[in-house]
């Protein structure tokens, strides 16, 4: 079983920055895909880029460019680093990871792709 615990959400103002930290208990870096999502309420789940098992990279467009995902081996850990936040950025900003999700097939960018899931960090600009 995959535990995964975000941290590192908070507010900041517009054009400030966050990095997000996704810890987990048994970190399957080289065997799963590895998402960010956030949500708004009331709206569904959005990606927002993903880390394959080779390595590949993918963002959204709405974060292209701001965004940038990165991983942590010897600490079992995946991030975000939010640049040039704007308040279309406020959300629950979640991790999650997918044995079988892939970049290159598309599945990556869905979230019913994912079978592990964090609890959620909260992210507010203004």
């Known amino acids: 079983q995959v535990q995964l615990v975000e941290s590192g959400g908070g507010s900041v103002q517009p054009g400030g920055s966050l990095r997000l930290s996704c810890a987990a208990s048994?970190?399957?870096?080289?065997?799963?895909?590895l998402g960010w999502f956030r949500q708004t309420p009331g709206k569904a789940r959005e990606w927002v880029g993903a880390?394959?098992?080779?390595?590949?990279?993918r963002y959204a467009n709405s974060v292209k460019g701001r965004f940038t995902i990165s991983k942590d081996y010897a600490k079992s850990t995946l991030y975000l680093q939010m640049n040039s936040l704007n308040p279309e950025d406020t959300a629950t900003y979640y991790c999650?990871?997918?044995?079988?999700?892939?970049?290159?097939?598309?599945?990556?960018?869905?979230?019913?792709?994912?079978?592990?899931w964090g609890q959620g960090t909260q992210v507010t600009v203004s």
């Open positions: 999650a990871a997918s044995p079988t999700a892939t970049i290159i097939g598309g599945s990556a960018m869905k979230a019913q792709a994912y079978q592990y």
């Open positions: 048994s970190y399957p870096f080289d065997t799963f895909c």
């Open positions: 880390l394959d098992t080779d390595g590949t990279i």
